[in-house]
């Protein structure tokens, strides 16, 4: 694939780990390189579905997420688990935890300009977004969406691939010397890349390391 050298990046993503303090696996297997992206509209619905989970979850109320979703046109796409937060049978900390993914999307459609896997996400990500306070319409936000070049995109997902494997190996090594763990703040961005590149179920996408 052209502009993409699996070798180079993953020396790069592994430079990225050593300089967080973190191990890195040699043995971990290269991404495919021919892996293509979704479609940006496919990639919008669920960036957009995202939201309105995660707005509900740090406290919009559930009538207007509800209608924002109605209003958008895609309850469908929902994943089943965000059906059940939605209804109140998944616990907060999954609705919370999709601002991760929302994070990761929003950069894959150039919503906001830098992405890292293990760093924080902009403080301003939810200005960007379109305000369900005030059912505010998503056309014009989907109108300004532009997919960055897939090369991009896979050295992304590889950096959070290597970084996913390192915290969960510093979880598994019980290093009280470390500062706090990412690893869940990490996989939700892989997840979300991921997905980018497979699409499916989101509620099935496959993290192993």
Same mark, same amino acid.
């Given at each position: 694939?052209?502009? +993409?050298?699996?070798?180079?990046?993953?020396?790069?993503?592994?430079?990225?780990?050593?300089?967080?303090?973190?191990?890195?696996?040699?043995?971990?297997?290269?991404?495919?390189?021919?892996?293509?992206?979704?479609?940006?509209?496919?990639? $919008?619905?669920?960036?957009?579905?995202?939201?309105?989970?995660?707005?509900?979850?740090?406290?919009?109320?559930?009538?207007? $997420?509800?209608?924002?979703?109605?209003?958008?046109?895609?309850?469908?796409?929902?994943?089943?688990?965000?059906?059940?937060?939605?209804?109140?049978?998944?616990?907060?900390? +999954?609705?919370?935890?999709?601002?991760?993914?929302?994070?990761?999307?929003?950069?894959?459609?150039?919503?906001?300009?830098?992405?890292?896997?293990?760093?924080?996400?902009?403080?301003?990500?939810?200005?960007?977004?379109?305000?369900?306070?005030?059912?505010?319409?998503?056309?014009?936000?989907?109108?300004?969406?532009?997919?960055?070049?897939?090369?991009?995109?896979?050295?992304?997902?590889?950096?959070?691939?290597?970084?996913?494997? $390192?915290?969960?190996?510093?979880?598994?090594?019980?290093?009280?010397?470390?500062?706090?763990?990412?690893?869940?703040?990490? $996989?939700?961005?892989?997840?979300?890349?991921?997905?980018?590149?497979?699409?499916?179920?989101?509620?099935?996408?496959?993290?192993?390391?």
């Amino acid at each position: 694939m052209m502009g +993409f050298d699996p070798i180079a990046v993953r020396n790069t993503s592994w430079h990225l780990v050593e300089r967080a303090g973190l191990r890195k696996n040699p043995d971990l297997p290269l991404l495919e390189s021919n892996l293509e992206l979704q479609p940006t509209e496919a990639i $919008a619905n669920r960036l957009l579905c995202m939201t309105a989970v995660t707005s509900y979850a740090f406290g919009l109320p559930l009538a207007s $997420a509800e209608a924002w979703l109605e209003q958008e046109k895609i309850r469908g796409a929902l994943s089943s688990r965000e059906r059940a937060f939605l209804s109140g049978k998944e616990h907060l900390f +999954f609705g919370q935890s999709e601002v991760q993914g929302v994070y990761a999307l929003a950069w894959c459609t150039s919503v906001v300009e830098t992405f890292s896997a293990n760093e924080r996400m902009p403080d301003d990500l939810v200005t960007r977004l379109p305000d369900l306070r005030t059912l505010e319409s998503s056309t014009a936000f989907r109108s300004r969406l532009i997919l960055r070049p897939r090369a991009e995109v896979l050295t992304k997902l590889d950096e959070t691939y290597c970084f996913h494997w $390192a915290w969960r190996d510093a979880h598994l090594s019980s290093n009280r010397n470390r500062k706090p763990n990412n690893m869940m703040l990490v $996989a939700e961005r892989r997840k979300a890349l991921e997905w980018a590149f497979v699409g499916g179920d989101w509620d099935q996408i496959p993290l192993d390391t």
